[in-house]
């Protein structure tokens, strides 16, 4: 399958810990890539690559992966977090790449 | 810093071809790069339309492919998107980006929104 697949719609508490997943065959032999997008805006580059952040992003945005799904953590939640996440991946069986249907995060 | 700026019409007619361009700043179109188009129709999700590497082959989104050319002018420093045969399907805000790898965008434009509408 080339798809990834995403819940909708994920909320967590202030200050908490919050995972969104990224489930596809895809991430068996890539690794997902993380965007954050607030309204209004462009995607912005959040996870990449085994666990890596690019500079601007906070160290409470962490990415792990497990078989062929992979997770963005935020640990201890900001308000400012609440966006839209989309994770990605390179599919090789048919040489694209693929996004998720992304994640609504709202923070109470 | 790189800068990534989109532009193109705003309005296109159905059946009509949509033409995009993403002008670079502070890099070279012309470096080993991934540049890329992606859209994101109202109030859905990101859609990858395409990627060039400079010097390398293209690879295409397979349900966009044989509507898309997507190609890549040095004299200009921009690469730019052609869409044939547009519906209201294509209506969406287009944007372009640069990743280090295929799908790792870490630059993006500000995005062009396009409707497609007679």
């Known amino acids: 399958s080339s798809e990834l697949t995403q819940d909708p719609a994920v909320s967590v508490a202030l200050g908490q810990t919050v995972r969104i997943t990224c489930q596809g065959d895809s991430l068996r032999t890539s690794y997902a890539t993380w965007y954050q997008q607030k309204p209004g805006q462009a995607p912005v580059l959040a996870i990449h690559?085994?666990?890596n952040r690019p500079s601007g992003i906070p160290d409470r945005f962490s990415g792990s992966r497990s078989g062929n799904t992979a997770s963005l953590t935020i640990t201890g939640a900001q308000a400012e977090d609440e966006a839209d996440y989309y994770c990605?991946?390179?599919?090789?069986?048919?040489?694209?790449?693929?996004f998720g249907g992304g994640t609504k995060l709202t923070v109470l | 810093q790189l800068q990534l700026q989109g532009s193109g019409p705003g309005l296109v007619k159905p059946s009509e071809t949509l033409s995009l361009s993403c002008s670079v700043s502070?890099?070279?179109?012309?470096?080993?790069?991934?540049w890329a188009w992606i859209r994101q129709p109202p109030g859905k999700g990101l859609e990858w339309i395409g990627s060039p590497y400079y010097g390398g082959p293209t690879y295409y989104n397979p349900s966009l492919k044989s509507r898309v050319t997507i190609s890549v002018d040095t004299t200009k420093n921009q690469f730019s998107l052609k869409m044939t045969s547009v519906t209201a399907a294509d209506t969406a805000v287009y944007y372009c980006a640069r990743g280090f790898e295929i799908a790792v965008l870490n630059y993006w434009g500000q995005g062009i929104p396009v409707t497609v509408s007679s």
């Open positions: 690559g085994k666990n």
């Open positions: 990605n991946s390179w599919d090789s069986t048919i040489d694209h790449v693929v």
């Open positions: 502070g890099g070279s179109v012309g470096s080993p790069y991934y």
